[in-house]
């Protein structure tokens, strides 16, 4: 055994066809085959810790992690959103479903290609978690954002809506008012859709849909009564 | 939003001057470009207030679909100033919640 490293961290969830890991990884550790769609494997032996790929993957799909034997580990995410952290800062990891698992610090940052802005932020995490987290929980600025920009309808009434018995944006739009401005919810159904996902559980693409009604877009009742 | 310099469609050529008047202050624009970039040029951030808590709103989408822009244009309100280009002597209002439209001079 050498020393300790950092090894690649696949968490590449979806058959789609995507190989830039493979692509780009120097020492040839990452296998895809034939099928561009199969997921990537890892040979552990050939990876060397150097994070390209991390940067590399379009869907941030890979981390790295140095298991050091002791209490504490460390992690490598890829984080792509302002404000940066800073060396110090105590961040919330997540599993590749959101779900936080408890608090790192950060150590360092990199960026292992000098053509890609992907910076990988290094967290020292408690050993019982390395495993499992893949990502920073981003911070958040307003805990209570607005959710339909043209009612005025923040995500906090959505939530109250959904508790009161709505499971649909149809009936979230009758109680609140979300869609019902002047974008004709083009801004929000989908964010409501998600809310309610995330509050009962029923997927986005399983929910009754909104209904859609013309016009699309703003006209004048000029331009309609005009023969 | 005005942009000069741009890496795939090249730099603006020279472009001839227009003048607006927005909230009775007169703001110099590029003939052609959206009067949203005008604004923001001339360091104009918020366009409108709503209509609940009266908070200020400016561009957010900045491709039409959002709205958030809206201002009352020659008396006219709920005009996305995104997608809207400038025209000489244009007469732009700050839209406080849905607007008013019609008369300019009130």
């Known amino acids: 055994m050498g020393k300790i490293k950092y090894l690649a961290r696949i968490n590449c969830l979806q058959p789609i066809p995507c190989n830039p890991c493979e692509t780009s990884c120097p020492f040839g550790a990452i296998y895809i085959g034939d099928d561009i769609t199969n997921r990537p494997v890892l040979k552990s032996n050939k990876c060397r810790g150097c994070g390209i790929c991390v940067a590399a993957c379009p869907g941030i799909a890979i981390t790295m992690a140095m298991i050091t034997g002791e209490d504490n580990d460390y992690v490598a995410i890829p984080y792509e959103y302002y404000p940066m952290p800073n060396i110090g800062d105590v961040v919330t990891l997540v599993d590749s479903n959101g779900v936080e698992l408890g608090k790192g610090t950060v150590d360092k940052f990199s960026k292992p290609n000098k053509n890609d802005p992907t910076t990988l932020v290094h967290v020292v995490v408690d050993c019982s978690i390395t495993d499992r987290a893949v990502g920073i929980k981003k911070h958040v600025i307003n805990d209570d954002p607005i959710i339909c920009r043209c009612e005025e309808i923040f995500e906090s009434e959505i939530v109250e809506a959904i508790r009161k018995g709505d499971r649909t944006v149809e009936a979230i739009k009758r109680r609140t008012r979300s869609g019902m401005g002047i974008c004709q919810g083009k801004t929000c159904n989908r964010l409501v859709a998600n809310i309610i996902a995330r509050e009962t559980g029923i997927g986005a693409n399983e929910q009754m849909p909104s209904s859609k009604r013309p016009p699309v877009g703003v006209i004048s009742i000029k331009e309609l009564s005009q023969e | ?106």
């Open chain 2, 1 to 106: 939003m005005r942009i000069i310099k741009h890496p795939i469609l090249g730099d603006v050529k020279e472009k001839k001057k227009v003048n607006i008047n927005v909230d009775n202050r007169q703001v110099e624009a590029l003939e052609g470009e959206p009067i949203a970039a005008a604004l923001m040029a001339a360091g104009i951030r918020a366009f409108r207030r709503t209509i609940k808590t009266g908070e200020p709103r400016g561009v957010y989408c900045g491709i039409g679909q959002c709205n958030d822009c809206i201002m009352e244009v020659n008396g006219v309100p709920n005009v996305r100033t995104c997608v809207t280009l400038v025209e000489e002597g244009m007469i732009i209002r700050t839209q406080i919640g849905l607007g008013k439209s019609g008369d300019l001079d009130d």
